[in-house]
């Protein structure tokens, strides 16, 4: 079937979808190469179609989605990328969709950040049977990404996400809000979580921080606009990307990757933070809000594998450890980690309200996370964190238990809110 790619109101491209495949077969005319997706090539006036696949495809949910294949089967649908066209590849993070050819629809009826959508979807996707008869499948649901459940929702005339958490702790919810907590307490942009529980299970709500006239683009997306020379490393092909577009990086990422210390952040993929862009006229405003932060805080660990200082505490996504990827913090003159007193208290009375999460397992996390506030105190005292690198291994001598269990989930770079 014909389409055409549009950039809100603007023709991007005239487009044939494979509805098999669910791909884009063929790139018939390219009408707007400025307002291509960042990262899409083009060369001679022809777009790189492999590229320009991956990034529809990848517009879908994943597959890695927590009980996706069950809501696939109520819904009816073979594959998450069959979901796409249904809603015209509308989302709630960008400003791109496909436009059935010679179908007369326009921006201003179909958006949804103007328009009203179903939330039929949604529901299921959280494993909650449609609330109708007959299920709609226009709902920015078809294109939200990451791996825990989640749904859009309409709160108050706000857009709202909705996002699960995982295991038998079900802990994500509650270290967005202690994460939010702390990045308010430092003055670190940042999006606001609550948490909500819904049928009996807890779920982070946070606003869209998008609106109808900016988008995210992704750290990766960001990066894969330029090569990167083989001499440099990613923090700096970030940074220069970065400068490239007008944003001075070092700031930012000073402050999202100290978060990110405290707090044991497994997944900070760089789908997981980005850059806020105009839409209309293509300027990049400035950094997103940091946004998504539930991997962390040992979120599935055993209490035993609750080790605060441990060297080994893995990290993403410029470096493997935490240790390690805290030495790329250029300066620490804004923190004010008097600022943090009492944060473990303040954790402990949230996660008073998990039915998941018995005392001792709060004990041992508000414990760890003092120890981290503790431990980064003490680098910055020190002015210079290769002189703690012989604290680090006496405490790493002094441990009787194992590394602490990393938490393989995640790996599929998918931008969660």
């Given at each position: 079937m014909k389409y055409v790619l549009m950039h809100k109101e603007i023709p991007v491209a005239?487009?044939?979808?494979d509805e098999v495949l669910c791909g884009i077969r063929k790139i018939e005319e390219l009408y707007s190469p400025e307002h291509l997706p960042v990262g899409i090539h083009t060369v001679n006036g022809n777009v790189n179609r492999e590229e320009l696949n991956s990034w529809w495809r990848k517009r879908s949910i994943p597959s890695s989605r927590d009980g996706l294949r069950s809501a696939l089967y109520e819904l009816n649908i073979h594959s998450p990328e069959a979901l796409l066209d249904k809603c015209y590849g509308l989302s709630l993070s960008d400003q791109y969709w496909i436009c059935p050819d010679n179908s007369g629809?326009?921006?201003?009826?179909?958006?949804?950040?103007?328009?009203?959508?179903s939330e039929d979807v949604g529901n299921i996707l959280l494993g909650h049977a449609s609330s109708s008869e007959s299920v709609s499948l226009i709902a920015p649901d078809n294109t939200s990404d990451g791996w825990l459940k989640k749904k859009w929702s309409i709160i108050d005339g706000k857009?709202?996400?909705?996002?699960?958490?995982?295991?038998?702790?079900?802990?994500?919810?509650?270290?967005?809000m202690i994460a939010s907590a702390i990045m308010e307490r430092l003055g670190i942009n940042h999006t606001n979580y609550t948490v909500t529980v819904y049928k009996e299970e807890p779920y982070s709500v946070c606003e869209n921080f998008v609106?109808?006239?900016?988008?995210l683009i992704t750290a990766?997306?960001?990066m894969n606009s330029r090569k990167k020379p083989n001499h440099i490393t990613v923090y700096q092909h970030f940074v220069n990307c970065c400068q490239e577009v007008g944003l001075d990086a070092i700031p930012f990422l000073d402050r999202m990757l100290t978060v990110d210390f405290l707090i044991v952040n497994e997944d900070r993929h760089t789908n997981n933070f980005g850059l806020i862009r105009n839409a209309n006229t293509l300027e990049y405003i400035d950094f997103a809000p940091i946004y998504d932060n539930g991997t962390a805080l040992w979120f599935n660990a055993l209490n035993q594998r609750i080790l605060p200082l441990s060297p080994s505490l893995k990290s993403k996504p410029f470096k493997p450890t935490h240790y390690e990827q805290i030495k790329l913090?250029?300066?620490?003159?804004?923190?004010?980690?008097?600022a943090l007193k009492g944060i473990d208290e303040e954790f402990?009375?949230?996660?008073?309200g998990s039915e998941y999460i018995d005392d001792e397992r709060r004990s041992k996390l508000c414990g760890a996370l003092k120890d981290r506030v503790a431990l980064l105190s003490d680098i910055v005292n020190k002015h210079s964190i290769s002189e703690t690198q012989f604290a680090l291994n006496d405490i790493a001598n002094d441990l009787t238990e194992d590394v602490a269990y990393s938490g393989e989930q995640?790996?599929?770079e998918d931008l969660e809110w």
């Open positions: 005239a487009i044939e979808l629809l326009v921006w201003s009826k179909v958006n949804f950040f103007d328009n009203s959508f857009r709202c996400l909705l996002k699960a958490g995982s295991s038998v702790f079900h802990q994500e919810p509650y270290n967005e609106t109808k006239d900016t988008e990766h997306h960001l913090v250029s300066s620490f003159d804004w923190l004010d980690l008097e402990s009375e949230i996660l008073k995640g790996n599929d």
